[in-house]
């Protein structure tokens, strides 16, 4: 197992920025991805951006050009640094990592930190 711990989020106006971080504690087993979802009360919650081991990105649409998502591998940190918020990004934001063992796929979640994106 892994246990995920968020940080990051807050209070921003409309068009600032934020950077919220998921610490990752050591597994033995290895990493096949890892991404950041939200969710608002009584809406599923909807993928933002993951990365592979590899480095292979995939983003939402909604957030194409204003988020990144990126790893620290020395640190076992995932990142997620938004910038140009928008209102409708508010949300509570989940990080996840995927463990590979054997030929099963694991996924762990992490508490969620909330994003408020108000003026």
């Known amino acids: 197992q892994v246990q995920l711990v968020e940080s990051g989020g807050g209070l921003v106006q409309p068009g600032g920025s934020l950077r919220l971080s998921c610490a990752a504690s050591?597994?033995?087993?290895?990493?096949?991805?890892m991404g950041w979802y939200r969710q608002d009360p009584g809406k599923e919650r909807e993928l933002v951006a993951s990365?592979?081991?590899?480095?292979?990105?995939n983003y939402a649409d909604s957030v194409k050009g204003r988020f990144t998502i990126s790893t620290d591998n020395a640190k076992n940190t995932l990142y997620l640094q938004m910038n140009s918020l928008k209102p409708e990004d508010t949300a509570n934001y989940f990080c996840?990592?995927?463990?590979?063992?054997?030929?099963?796929?694991?996924?762990?979640w992490g508490q969620g930190t909330q994003v408020t994106v108000s003026s």
């Open positions: 990365i592979t081991s590899g480095g292979t990105t």
């Open positions: 996840h990592v995927d463990l590979k063992q054997g030929i099963t796929i694991y996924r762990y």
């Open positions: 050591r597994s033995r087993f290895s990493i096949y991805a």
